[in-house]
């Protein structure tokens, strides 16, 4: 841990994450201080500037004047500081919202992928036979799987009804979606590098020495396996969390992650498409809240990587 | 050696019969919904609904509707989009595979030319500004969103600078076939190129680095050194030689990943109309029997790609043809 406190760079990118946190977390008291609703259309909306009463939707002077164009950014906090998108909504605010919404999917993706992949890697390295062969054909067939068409199968088919599994029922929504989506197509990223430290830990001599002292197996996996892991899992955390933004933002952006008129940082990009040419810092601005807050968690990444387990390949970045 | 691979062989069919399994469960037998409503699409009539029951043997064993899926897909090819009514999907399908292939290719191109040259001008340079700023580069190239990346180019090339000297030769958006308007074709996938290859560029240059200096601390490098080679030729000859095994395998899974569907995202922010973007539209349209081919389709180029991976390691790695 010292020698990560001492990375200048990591250290500073863990306090930029740290910063845009709470930021987002302060989503809701930023609209209430500006007066706005993020979530709803307010296409009639009017706010002053030095004085003079502007609508937020201003009917277009190009072409034959039809039609009516967002304000653009008017750089002042708390009115329409990056403009409005065209449902007359203040982007600012649904940009902290839509942070919010993209680093909850990511963390929980993130939790899930590391639960679930360690109950597999533990199951499959340390029992070994025919429980290995058949979790890790269904690691491979996982891993082989394209993640973005995974993602539009598994999201075509729950996102338009829902799903009902017995007394749980998920509507279609729901955050838990895109959640469970991103959380099930990285399960191989992370299991087979577990597994395969269980499997050299399962032969090391205290291992063996538990087992032949009779030791119970759930013990030896709690008490002796699971914390020597647990370096591994730890400098995943940051890597999962930056190529699961990147994943959450792209399924939004493809319409199948966070669901209108909820916002997240892929969803603005899209909402900004349409006015990339006239009005381009609704997209531009989500997508630099990307760049900067990946940015920060890879370079956050490599530092405890080095730092905690320097010899380990672990590198995450394709998507 | 055959041994390994045909190991290897019976693996890949392994991985294709769990893929159409998974794909048929998730779209057949997810729990909560009617099957046939989702195939047919929006606001389809009863008798779509009985033509799409009958179609695909809803009445008959689930082993049964595999096989007739399988068989739609690929055997008589004769899968139909009941949302465009009589649309054959194979076809549709295999149109797109030039453009996709158009774009994968040329993106590697790229990829593989700048990752190497950053890689190894990184390397040479380890512990310099020149590393620092190369390595920090490729660390934006992979935190970028590839379609964000997209749509800033388009921004600029379309429309904010279309009108200067710099991006006045940028076609609007769209594919133009090689073999009618190979000028055309070359232009329009110039930016789609870029866009695609920087993400990769960035990972394979820092990838590339970190294996130069992994294998610099190696033996034989030291037995070079005391020969008296030049720093540049034992850096060239001896310490890239085995980085580039690496480099290598992780080239033919990418390739495999992006024609297989992940080149989504860029195919969608420029308009070409390739696997991806045909998945995407019927995703728009929720026209299932055309995802259910993309699908199929390019896991199974996916698994044939990373084994074709795999058999050329065994085919030159000296000690696996052994072992």
Known sequence: MRRLARDRAAMAALVLFAVIVIMCLLAPVYAAWAGVEPFKSTLDAVITIDGQDVPVMEQSTEGLGLGYNPIGPTWRLGSYFLGADNQGRDVMARLLYGGLNSLVIAGSATIVTLVLATALGLAAGFFGGIVDTVLSRILDILWAFPVYLLAISLSIVLIAQGVQIGPITIESGSLSLPIFIIGIVYIPYVARPVRGQVLSLRESEFVLAAIGLGVPSHRILYRDILPNVSTTLIVFVPLMMALNMLTESALSFLSIGVQPPNASWGTIILDGQGLLYSRPMVALAPGLAIVITVLALNVFGDGLRDALDPRSKIRIGRG | MI????????????????????????????????????????????????AVRKSFGFDQPIYVQYLTMMKKIFITGDLTSFVNRGWKVVPAVLDTVPVTLSLVIGAAVLWVVFGLLIGVAAAAARGTWLDKLLMVLGLIGISMPVYWLGEVMNLVSQSRYHDTWMFSWVPPLGYKTFSTDPKGWFLTLVIPWITLSILYIGLYGRVLRAAIIESLQEDYIRTARAKGLSETRILLRHALRTSLISFATLFGLDFGALVGGSALLTEVVFGLQGVGKLTYDALLNLDLPIIMATVMYASFFVVMANALVDIVYILLDPRVRTG
């Not at chain 2, 041994?3 to 019976?10: H, I, K, Q, T, Y």
């Not at chain 2, 392994?14 to 998730?26: A, D, E, H, N």
């Open chain 2, 3 to 50: 041994f390994a691979l045909l190991r290897r062989f019976g693996q890949m069919i392994f991985v294709m019969f769990g893929i159409s399994v998974l794909v048929f469960l998730i779209f057949f037998a997810t729990p909560g919904a009617d099957p046939a409503a989702r195939i047919a699409g929006r606001n389809a009539s009863p008798e779509i609904l009985e």
